[in-house]
Each structure stands twice: as C-alpha cells, then as structure tokens.
C-alpha cells in the first residue's frame, strides 16, 4: 500500500433526491491526499449523481461535503473549480464547437495584458501554447490545440477532457467513466495518467465499470447501490469476482 | 498541413484529414460565397438598370443597411448562444417612441437640438436594453424558452407603442435630427458611419475577447460551460441586453430618418434580422455564426430589396428571393455540420 495523506474530501449521510426518485441515499465516504477511490455500481447506482454532488453541478437534499476538514456548500461547479476540485463528467463536458485550447481555458481564459485584457481580449497565441503543453505534460494524445473539439475522434475528446481536469486540478479530481470511448492502450494512458496524479498527492476518484481498471489502480474501492454505500475496503480484499458478487448484490455482508 | 505540428496521437484514432477539395473549402467559406451573391446581385442590377449603380442608390442601401445590421449583431450573438430575440423589431419601434416623447418634451422647454439628440439616443439605448434585461429574466427565472419570452415581450412593447402613441409617429422633436441622415461621405451618412464602427467592436468583441468564447460556449454546451466555472445566467443577462441595447440604437437610426418616433417602425423586423443571421451561416441550434457574415446577409437583403425597386419588378419578390437564400444557407449549414462533426 502506498502512502496515504490526511483526508481531504468528504462526504457524511449525503441524500439527493430527483422528485420521487432517491438517487443517493445516506452516502458518505472518505478521500485522503494521494488515493485513490475506485467508485462502482450498477447502472443506476447513484455514481453520476454523486460526482455531480461532489462537483457543484448538483445540489444534495441533505447531507455535508467537507473540504481539508471545512463544511462546504458548492451553489455552482465555480466554487468547486475554484477550490481546487476538477471533474471529468461522464458526457458532455466539453463544447464541441470551441477549439481544444477554448476547452482547456475555458472558464479560465488568459487575458491579454493591460487595459485590453481589462476589456476581456483574449491572449489566444499564449493559450493555444500552453494548452498543447499541459495536455502534452499529462502524457495523452495531444491533438492541435486550434481543431474544433467536434472534429475529434471519441478518444480525442475523452483526452482532451482528461487533459484539461489534469491539468487545473490542485485537490482533488474526480473522473466519471473516463476510460469509456477509449481502446485498450488509451485506457492504460488514462490509468496511468491517473497513477501520476496520485503521486502528486491529489485525491483521485475513479468510478468505470471495467473492474480490472479498477482493481489496477485504486487503493480503495466504494461500492454503490440504489443509492447506498454498500461496501467500502481497501482493494487488496477483492478480486473480480468478489467485486462484481458485491456490485450485483450476490455478495452481502 | 495538420501533421507538422501534431503530435500524433499513440493509438490508430483515425485522424482528420483537412478537406481538401475546392468545393469543399468553397462550402467552409460561406463569406466568401456571400461576398460573390452580393457581386453578382450589384452587377446585375447595374445592367438591368443604369442608374442601379451610383452614390444616390448605394446611400439608400446603406440608409437600409444600418438599422437592419445593428438588430442583426444583436440577433447573432442570440443565436449564437441558442436563443432567439423576437423582440427585437418591437423594441426599434417602442424605444423610438419613447425617445421621441423625451426630445419633444425637451424641444419644448427650450433645450437645444444638439443635448437634445444626445439625450435621445440615450433613452433609446436605455430603453431598449430594459426590454433586453426583461428577456434575460424571463428566461433566467420565469424558466421560460427564449422564443416565448421574447415573444411576450415582442407584444408588450409593440402594444404599449401603439397605446402610448395612438398610432401615430411623435413629432416636434429637435430640428437638426432629421439632417443627420443624409450623406454624408460618399454614400455613407454620420449614423450609417456609427453603425460601422459598431459593427467592428462587434466584431472584436464577438470573435477576440472573452464576451464571445463565453457566448460560443453556451450555445455550443450549457452544461459543459456551466461545469467549466462560467455564470451562465449572468451570461445571458449580458447577451440579452446588448441585443435590446442594439435595437434601441437601431430604434434611434430610424428616428432621425423620419425626424419623429413612430409605432410602427421595426415592425416585423426580428424577420429580417433572423433572415440575415441565417443566411450570414449561424445556425439556429448554437455555437455557429460570425459577424461577417452577418454584415454580408443584412447587405443582401437590403441590396435585393432596393435593387428590385429600382429596376422595376414587384418588390415583393423580394420575400421570395429572401426564402430561397435562407434555404440554400440552412442546406449548406447542414451539409457542413454533416461532414465536419465525426463522433
Ligand atoms: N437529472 C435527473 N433527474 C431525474 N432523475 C435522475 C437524474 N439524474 C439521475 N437520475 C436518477 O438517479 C438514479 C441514479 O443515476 P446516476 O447517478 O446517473 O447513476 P449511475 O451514474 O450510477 O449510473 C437513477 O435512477 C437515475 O435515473
Ligand atoms: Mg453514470
């Protein structure tokens, strides 16, 4: 087992509820500097819901989010991204429109310097640059930053978007079925991108449903279902079996 | 040309390959085919008509050109982030009113022309980003879609105007109004002058700074721009208001053309502007338009329109001729969207 830091991300007795649907129910879960949290579930489980809670794109009915210990109300993604907390959503995260360097600044832009810059223009040379270095240190596929992100491929995108929650988080980074539209060896870059941003001491929360994926990479894993946290261990107690036996509910406590 | 600078990528994604074709390229540039519609247009009513091609007619055209451009820029930026103004032609019509009232009640307390104008443009911008504001809430926070907000306010504004008015234009305002209209260099009057320099802050404000990678972004993913930290409401806000803003400009333009304010005036015009949007090649569903092309569209149409007068033909053709380009505009925005986007 790898060294672990203090917690830095929490969340205690966390309810959302959709109208009638109860789509987390009393969850809670702990994120320690330099971990990572493999999060799965059936399809359905709540795992999205979880991470939208987690980013400020939702607000939960009732529970506490606790950030390096402090109570936090997230009203917007903004004061999540402003606190360090990147996301990678499980759609649509990125505006396809835009080019991969608007991806990557975007919310964030760099302003040109002086009073054109106090007038809002964008200093677009040096953000196209930058964005091909940060996406290039994360070690991905990195396509021209001036493409628009609809002429990529899925597994583009998806490292364009990985890239960019890489590159901006200083917490915590939270990546919903990143590995989805990738091939084999794209998804070991993903792992492994995943593997240095836990040795830079960030909090990783991973949810796929390749269990493998999961078994590689994490250090400990929560299991979702219906809403509940049904199983929380480190990952050295399961095996593929025992992890889908769990997932499915075949395996109970 | 992709591939100098292109890291290639580590696993066999196919890669883009640049459309090399020359109809291709030609279908990327709709400026550039709106620049050769609009040639074409010029040179053949110049042979059809000799007097097509001189200042008297070009001053009329760009007379045309100003207002429609002005709501157009407002409509774009809209359209851009996947709304709609409808409201936009009312609001030309009630900010004028509104305007034309202050500039009498002042012409008649003895303020000079010159203050008095100034005031009356002011009202005019004022009212008309009011009326803006009042669309951003209703979407904001009545939740209602831009196309019904800004219908209800498309009749709130055009009622009060005939209301207020009684239907008639509000005269006796002040006297060097009506004078600025006229050319002023070569075919191009003082407002018609404003309305360029307008169109390039527009232009710098829409495609170089942050006001327009903000807008392309709501119109292209609400809720990816939304998760990228940006206060999309507070966005629309903005977007709103610059439309009603750009409105009561125009509303102002064709207050001096006619030296009153008159309840009618706009009407109908949200058409118009849609119509140069569409045929500039913004698409209705977001993320796509540039002010060039708008310029170039709202040019079109006022082009069609006079040049159809001038050599004799029924100028309601023009409804015709303005539904086939907004055809051929919305099929090329197709096709492009159909060959760029691979997923
Ligand atoms: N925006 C929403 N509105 C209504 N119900 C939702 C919404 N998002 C998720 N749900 C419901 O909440 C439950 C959990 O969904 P989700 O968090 O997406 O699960 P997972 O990501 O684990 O597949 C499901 O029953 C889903 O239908
Ligand atoms: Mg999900």
Redesign the pocket.
Known sequence: MTERGDVIYEVRNLC?R??A????DDASMKLHAGEVVGLV????????????CLSGA?QPTSGQILLDGVEREWSSPHDAIQAGVETLY?DSGLAPHLSVSANVFLGREELKPGILGKMGFLAQKSMDTRAHMDLDRVGIAVPASGRSVAQLSGGQRQAVAIGRAVAWASRVIIL??PTNHLGARQAGEVLHVIQRAKEQGLGVIF?SHTLPHVLQVTDRVVV?RL?RVVKDAPTSDFDVDSLLGTITGLITD | MATTDVKQPSSPVTQVVAPTSRLKSALANQQLLLLIVWLVMVLGFSLKSPIFFSVDVAGNIFADWGPLVLIALGELIVVISAGIDLSVGANVGFSGVIAAFAMKALTTAGVASTPTLLIGVLVCVVVGSLIGLINALLINYAKLVPFIATLVTLGAASGMSLVLTKGAPIMGGPAGGIMLSVPWIGPFSKPVLVVIVVVAVMWAFLHKARFGRYTYAIGSNAFAARAAGIDVKRHIVKIYMLSGFLAGLAGFFFYLRLGGGAPTSGYGMELDAIAAVVIGGAALAGGVGRVSGTVLGALILTTVTSGLIIVGVDPSWKRVVVAVLIAVAATLQALRKSEGGAS
């Open positions: 959302k959709y109208g649907v109860v789509a987390l579930g059936d399809n359905g489980a709540g795992k999205s819901t979880l991470v939208k939702h499980q919903d079925e949810i979702l809403g």
